[in-house]
């Protein structure tokens, strides 16, 4: 693909607020000029916001103010003025009652910060799960020319000699203490391994996963996902991010001539050959639905089917982020992909550059950490979407961290009705199950938790742990973290909380999993299950607060991405932009 520059120079869009010699224009220069701004910065020259994820409360982008300045000292070396813009910041570890909550509503602040405030460009800056896709949400509805650089992954975690993975770890231990197998104060003694420098899971969690994702969309520099926070060339990356966004603002080079169908196709196919996380398709179908690009649920699977799993890191693998850098990165996995025929070369980056030519001549490093296709973690990976009359609109499991005996079975379901009669019984001895039957879980979609939170991969009853078993069919609504694993039924649409088959399940029931022919069925009658429908109710709506009702009234099921149904499509160009 061949992109065409606009002409320059042209009237910026921050002109509109600090050009000329009007009151307004005297006005909103000499507020700006109390922080100590030369005149002859608001001569014309592109005003970038760094839109900035920082929080403290947001532990994996505590330390992107540092980032933030290099971003700056981008933006001056290509003549550009940057103004520094903190926004709303969705933290995994600390909000409740789930991140994914607030994912629209982080989205639509964004949008509005852009659009109101004089920018002619936005550099995002991301790092925690939802910050990434929140952001590119918000530039895709405005169409400003944006560019993402992420915080980068923590270093590896060490304990007693055993890579410590975030989050895969923190469920193994916690599963291995239920089984007697490991004690609370070794528990405690591994919290200090977790976590020990500043960044985001250095596993291929989410966090890894949608940084993976923004550069397989071309939306960042390539080799931008792996490097590790604490590495020096995340510093340099995020300069170059500042310089490159000026030249972006002349060119007007903007999220819709990158964000193409064809970069969407890019995106899905590089998800299988990571190991990516689940919840990357709720995200990217969501980014897809602002920018316009028709992409459904079974894209997913249809794209990402036939692609290996080539990275081994955990959870599938053994290894974290900071090998996948140092053995080359996305961009040999991107180069791979190409060589397979699955890869669409042409596509666009905000390089301005083809993909192709980003990653034609990098090399592998490491051949154990980035395998060779003949030695996969699977050769089938991607994302596999289930349907059936428990799914009717989809579910999703990941392959690449399921058990493979587990891919064909049946077994009866053991119900919880949401996720406090889940805690209420787990534990309970006297709890009528074993590894043969199937754990379902209702009411955690979009609309039920509320939110969709990160209860999927539900951890097993002690008496089946302590047999030494590892793993059990699990079904929800909800989604599962991307750090974890197991042979786990996701994101079941319709949800429960919305009157879909998974709200009729009782204990007892019969349920086939059959991933390789892509079927998830409820094993009654038709009759049967129809008239347990029709004697549903739906449980009551009980929102917190005023975005929880907005929440709860206008989000739209995990088949579509769970945006809220208003905010769908790209909605035109901000205010003050000129049309080219």
Not at 237 to 247: D, E, K, S, Y
Not at 257 to 272: C, L, S
Not at 277 to 286: E, F, I, P
Request: hydrophobic fraction near 40%; proline fraction near 6%.
């Amino acid at each position: 693909m061949t992109f065409k520059p606009a002409k320059w120079p042209r009237k910026l869009r921050s002109q509109k607020w600090f050009g000329g010699t009007s009151r307004d224009a005297i006005y909103h220069r000499g507020w700006m000029k109390n922080q100590g701004l030369p005149h002859d910065l608001f001569d014309g020259r592109p005003v970038i916001g760094i839109l900035n994820t920082w929080s403290e409360l947001t532990p994996c982008n505590a330390h992107l103010n540092d980032l933030a300045q290099r971003v700056k000292h981008g933006i001056y070396e290509a003549g550009g003025l940057p103004v520094e813009v903190p926004v709303f910041s969705t933290s995994e570890s600390g909000f409740r009652p789930t991140a994914m909550m607030f994912r629209n509503l982080a989205a639509m602040a964004v949008e509005e910060a852009m659009r109101g405030q004089p920018m002619d460009g936005c550099v995002l800056m991301v790092g925690c799960d939802k910050t990434t896709p929140s952001l590119l949400m918000a530039a895709a509805s405005t169409d400003l020319p944006s560019i993402v650089v992420t915080g980068g992954p923590m270093l590896n975690g060490y304990f007693r000699g055993e890579r410590v993975g975030s989050g895969t770890h923190l469920w193994k231990f916690s599963e291995a203490v239920k089984a007697g197998e490991m004690t609370a104060a070794d528990f405690l003694e591994a919290e200090a391994s977790m976590s020990r420098s500043p960044g985001s899971c250095n596993t291929m969690g989410t966090a890894s996963t949608m940084a993976s994702m923004a550069e397989a969309l071309g939306m960042a520099l390539s080799g931008n996902a792996a490097i590790p926070a604490v590495d020096s060339r995340r510093r340099v990356m995020a300069q170059l991010t500042g310089r490159r966004i000026v030249q972006m603002v002349k060119d007007d080079l903007k999220p819709s001539d990158v964000m193409t169908r064809a970069a969407f196709e890019n995106a899905i196919r590089t998800n299988g050959a990571i190991g990516g996380s689940t919840n990357a398709v709720v995200h990217l179908l969501a980014i897809a639905g602002r920018v316009g690009v028709d992409l459904t649920l079974d894209d997913w699977d249809a794209l990402g089917r036939d692609v290996a799993t080539i990275v081994n890191l955990m959870p599938s693998g053994k290894y974290l982020m900071e090998e996948f850098f140092y053995a080359g990165g996305l961009p040999v996995v991107l180069k791979r992909l190409g060589e397979a025929g699955l890869l669409n070369k042409d596509a666009l980056t905000v390089a301005g550059e083809t993909m192709w030519d980003q990653v034609k001549d990098v090399v592998n490093h490491n051949e154990d950490v980035i395998l060779p296709v003949e030695k996969a973690l699977t050769q089938h990976g991607g994302i596999a979407v289930l349907k059936g009359n428990l799914a009717p609109k989809g579910a999703v499991l990941k392959p690449s961290a399921a058990s493979a005996h587990l891919l064909t079975h049946r077994g009866r379901a053991v119900v919880f009705e949401d996720i406090d009669d889940y805690k209420r019984k787990i534990n309970d001895e006297a709890l009528d199950i074993d590894e043969t039957c199937v754990m379902v879980l209702k009411n955690c979609g979009p609309k039920g938790y509320p939110g969709m939170a990160e209860v999927g991969n539900m951890g097993l009853p002690p008496k089946v742990l302590r047999k030494g078993i590892t793993d059990m069919v699990r079904i929800s609504d909800a989604r599962m973290s991307g750090t974890a694993y197991g042979t786990v039924v996701l994101h079941t649409s319709p949800e429960a909380a919305a009157g879909g088959p998974l709200a009729v399940v009782r204990d007892g029931d019969m349920i086939e999993l059959d991933v390789p022919n892509r079927r998830l069925h409820l094993d009654i009658p038709e009759a049967e299950l129809a008239a347990r429908l029709a004697d549903w109710t739906p449980p009551p709506d009980k929102p917190a607060s005023g975005y929880a009702w907005l929440h709860h009234a206008h989000v739209e099921g995990a088949d579509t991405g769970a945006d809220l149904d208003f905010l769908k499509g790209c909605r035109g160009a901000p205010v003050g932009r000129d049309s080219h």
